[in-house]
């Protein structure tokens, strides 16, 4: 399981296993993460072997979630997501927020030491 599904599912009260898949279902469905670059190019120029590959990648419970998914959790979940990045005892927030017209109707925390997610709070 990956600690990044984990925190959103113990954030939004859903089965990990269902985030997951909702996530790649929104990828594959080329749901927005970034404006102005279709999806199924930003998933292709990461995996380097197609947006098909990253998605049947990602559906793997051991496949490890990043800031592409995050992004997709923003948009599904019409969230503000704020990470707080404790690598290095940066402390550093980066927000990852719906793209429009979709609006931030809540916002949920997680935290980053690099290799690890844990969620914080969700309101």
């Not at 072997?49 to 592409?68: K, L, N, Q, V």
């Not at 997501?81 to 005892?89: A, C, S």
């Amino acid at each position: 399981m990956s600690c990044l599904f984990n925190s959103f599912s113990r954030l939004l009260g859903i089965p990990t296993d269902t985030i997951r898949q909702t996530i790649c279902d929104y990828l594959a469905n080329d749901g927005v993460i970034m404006e102005g670059l279709p999806t199924q190019d930003v998933l292709a120029i990461d995996s380097g072997r197609g947006a098909a590959h990253y998605i049947a990648h990602m559906r793997s419970s051991s496949t490890w979630g990043g800031a592409i998914e995050i992004q997709a959790a923003a948009m599904i979940w019409k969230s503000k997501v704020i990470v707080e990045n404790r690598r290095d005892g940066g402390g550093k927030i980066i927000e990852f927020v719906p793209i429009s017209p979709v609006v931030a109707e809540k916002e949920m925390r997680i935290y980053w030491t690099g290799g690890h997610y844990e969620p914080v709070s969700a309101h």
